[in-house]
């Protein structure tokens, strides 16, 4: 059977995440739902990573194995009208060699944090930023948050549910910056703990509001302790960005 490669877009304001769940429409569920009318049989999609309730998506990965030869453009303009009404966008699907795997092969993972640093509230990007009306230095910020950088235990910003089997990983770049209004943040790494980088947005938000210092971040890196962790920071602002492979 034919193995196609998706790009996919996908605000996740009303979904319980990307994996398929019992408590409610999934991301997965949707596309699947999708592909199901196309192919007449359920397909199972792989993604390559795993997003939170209320987190979305710029540049998502999936794989699946489809049943008949079909053209991929085609498939992209059949899937774009059955989640028409779901704030999900097939941006580009292609056929892929059989070996293939979204999440495995996947070299780097960028997700970016979206800061609305201002009085007013928000309208158009409510759900999709995390408004702050307190004064940021993002500079401060982005100076505490390169104790992040590198490989380390990240315990202290790991969920109780997490799954994996090791809470260290390699952060390969953090970046911090303003324009305007608006404060981004950008993580890279092969991959992320569960929870992992809303809890680390959620400590770097107290330097910039002058709570925590430098120190107190790595104190609270080298504490491998989640009690020690700052409120997360809500999944509204959250995005995974792009996937690398």
Not at 34 to 63: L, S
Request: proline share 2%; aromatic share 10%.
């Amino acid at each position: 059977m034919p193995r196609l490669k998706c790009i996919v877009e996908y605000d996740g304001t009303r979904f319980v995440g990307w994996q398929r769940q019992l408590n409610g429409r999934s991301i997965q569920e949707a596309i699947e739902q999708a592909i199901e009318k196309i192919a007449e049989k359920k397909i199972t999609i792989f993604g390559a990573g795993r997003t939170d309730t209320g987190v979305h998506a710029v540049h998502q990965v999936f794989h699946f194995d489809f049943n008949k030869d079909i053209d991929a453009k085609k498939i992209t303009d059949a899937l774009n009208f059955h989640l028409k009404d779901d704030s999900i966008s097939i941006l580009k699907t292609e056929l892929i060699n059989d070996d293939f795997d979204a999440r495995r092969d996947a070299k780097l993972r960028i997700y970016k944090y979206v800061i609305i640093n201002r009085d007013s509230p928000l309208s158009i990007e409510k759900d999709r930023a995390w408004q702050l009306k307190i004064k940021l230095n993002e500079e401060n910020m982005n100076d505490a948050a390169q104790i992040l950088v590198g490989t380390h235990d990240f315990t202290t910003f790991r969920s109780t549910s997490c799954g994996a089997k090791s809470p260290i990983k390699t952060m390969k770049k953090i970046n911090i910056f303003r324009k305007e209004d608006y404060i981004y943040s950008y993580f890279e790494s092969e991959s992320f703990l569960q929870h992992q980088v809303r809890s680390m947005m959620g400590c770097i938000k107290l330097v910039g509001e002058n709570k925590w210092t430098k120190k107190d971040l790595l104190d609270v890196l080298n504490s491998k302790d989640r009690s020690q962790c700052a409120t997360p920071a809500p999944a509204a602002g959250l995005y995974l960005e792009n996937i690398i492979y």
